[in-house]
């Protein structure tokens, strides 16, 4: 068994499939613009609050990939936020950052250490991004109180927070849901299914997939 000890990249092939994204994706605001100001009242924004927050969420998701890998002192390669073309090149734990034209997915690639508990260990990379989206939709139901935080108000800041937590807790459940992800390197598994894979996986099955990693004759075969 093979284990993924990354994220890989996945963005459209052909600039005919570019201009789809980017069509259907102005159209899809377009429609929204017109609900929201269509007998226009505050709530209606808590939609295009939602949409909002979700670009954002995106980094902190892979952050929290990034955090808890570089605390157990697996070195960080690249953290991608977005496809598309780069619009802009940084850092993070001393690796490239890249954030992409369309910020709604990203990935984090980095080297495990082996050691004791790699399954665990990995585990816990992988629910990391899902839980510190869960860890902040909670805190902000705490802090609004639960009856509170579900009443529905023309308030704007309000709105807002409520739509944070809503994001926040859509975006982590999304990512729990065990399933594979196509890429140029073939099918590799989401957080969810990383979890799975990672906690039923032997020692064994790690120490192979690393030594696998570090062969030569393999640096080729990568996507990036």
Known sequence: MKIDQRHYDKKPNSLGESWL???????????????????????????????????PLVFVHEW??????????????????????????GQLFRAPLELRLIPIEGFVQFNPVYGRGMRYKHALTYFAGPGIELLLAFSIILIMGWDNFFLIEDDYAKLAWQALAYAALAGAIINLIPLGVVTREG????DGLGIIVSLLSSEKDYQK??????EPEDSNSRPF
Do not use: C, D
């Open 187 to 190: 099918e590799t598994p989401n």
């Open 21 to 55: 994204v980017y069509g259907l994706t102005a159209l899809f605001l377009g429609l929204m613009l017109l609900e929201i100001f269509t007998n226009y009242e505050p709530r209606k924004l808590a939609a295009l609050f939602f949409i909002l927050w979700w670009l």
């Open 209 to 214: 997939s690393l030594l696998t990693e570090r």
């Open 64 to 89: 929290g990939h990034a955090v808890v890998a570089n605390a157990l002192g697996w070195q960080i390669q690249r953290t991608v936020i977005g496809f598309g073309r780069v619009v802009y090149q």
